[in-house]
């Protein structure tokens, strides 16, 4: 039993009756587990082992369920499961005084956890142990489906024990899509709207406006370069008048006054100077 074909269940054509077959087998009791557990692992007793499996399937069921959101198939993710459950009768030893289920679930989830991994994405998302934690983790800390806010980013990085650009890292990879290069199968785009290639041109979020933050840093980054230029232009002190007044936080500002001491002028020298920096500066923008 050290291969995994060894381990497969062939699972109904509906899941659905497969469903209603595993719960129609009945659940031990304790006593009947142990004497059960104890025919397979002293005596390798093959129908012990089946009665232990068949009895602990609608538990299989119930795990699988937990991972319905990777889009992955149930019947997949309740196979995995089975393999992990039957891993667990072959290793399990009722003289440890825990009940079989107890023992299992951590084979049964490792299976799964080892599935989603290799077929959520064509290219992993969490390699390193540190990354599965996070990777699982991470979709049932999150509130909602769209990008953490910075407190909730705070609370999500504490409550796991990672730093914060681990979960931004995490983040990323977890709601990202996969795409393709290929653009010449045109039929696949016909009959299955979920096709790579149908996904490069209808994949987005309606919930994000990233269309128009591209629009909006593309202008900032356009009058920045303007207003860069203009200022250029101007006399060093005009710049540093504008600079001084403007292009400062509210509570570095410099007064009118101020400046008139620094360059030994007037206030309203000060502010005609300021005035005809910010004229020319709006032309420079303006053109």
């Not at 681990?166 to 393709?180: H, Q, W």
Request: aromatic letters at 10%; one cysteine or more.
């Amino acid at each position: 039993m050290n291969k995994k074909s060894k381990y497969l269940i062939n699972l109904p054509n509906s899941i659905d009756n497969y469903i209603r077959i595993a719960n129609s087998y009945p659940i031990l009791t304790a006593e009947e587990e142990y004497e059960l557990a104890r025919q397979f692992y002293f005596n390798r007793n093959l129908k012990a082992a089946k009665k232990l499996i068949l009895s602990h399937l609608r538990f299989i069921i119930h795990i699988a369920r937990n991972y319905s959101g990777y889009g992955l198939l149930q019947s997949d993710l309740i196979q995995e499961g089975n393999i992990g459950l039957m891993k667990a009768v072959y290793r399990f030893n009722p003289e440890i005084g825990v009940r079989l289920v107890s023992f299992a679930i951590h084979w049964v989830k490792a299976e799964i956890h080892e599935y989603v991994l290799k077929n959520w994405r064509i290219v992993k998302v969490a390699t390193t142990k540190a990354q599965r934690k996070l990777f699982f983790n991470l979709r049932r800390t999150k509130q909602h489906i769209k990008w953490l806010n910075k407190n909730e980013l705070d609370v999500i990085a504490k409550k796991l024990g990672v730093s914060k650009k681990d979960v931004i890292e995490m983040e990323s990879r977890m709601f990202t899509k996969d795409m393709t290069v290929d653009f010449d199968s045109e039929d696949d785009d016909k009959n299955n709207q979920t096709s790579p290639h149908y996904s490069v041109f209808h994949l987005c979020d309606k919930s994000s406006d990233f269309t128009d933050i591209i629009e909006k840093n593309n202008w900032d980054n356009h009058a920045s370069n303007k207003l860069n230029k203009a200022l250029s232009r101007l006399d060093k002190r005009s710049r540093d008048i504008i600079y001084a007044r403007w292009l400062v936080d509210n509570n570095n500002r410099i007064t009118l006054k101020e400046l008139a001491n620094r360059y030994g002028v007037s206030a309203e020298r000060v502010r005609q100077l300021e005035k005809n920096a910010m004229r020319k500066i709006r032309i420079e923008i303006e053109s």
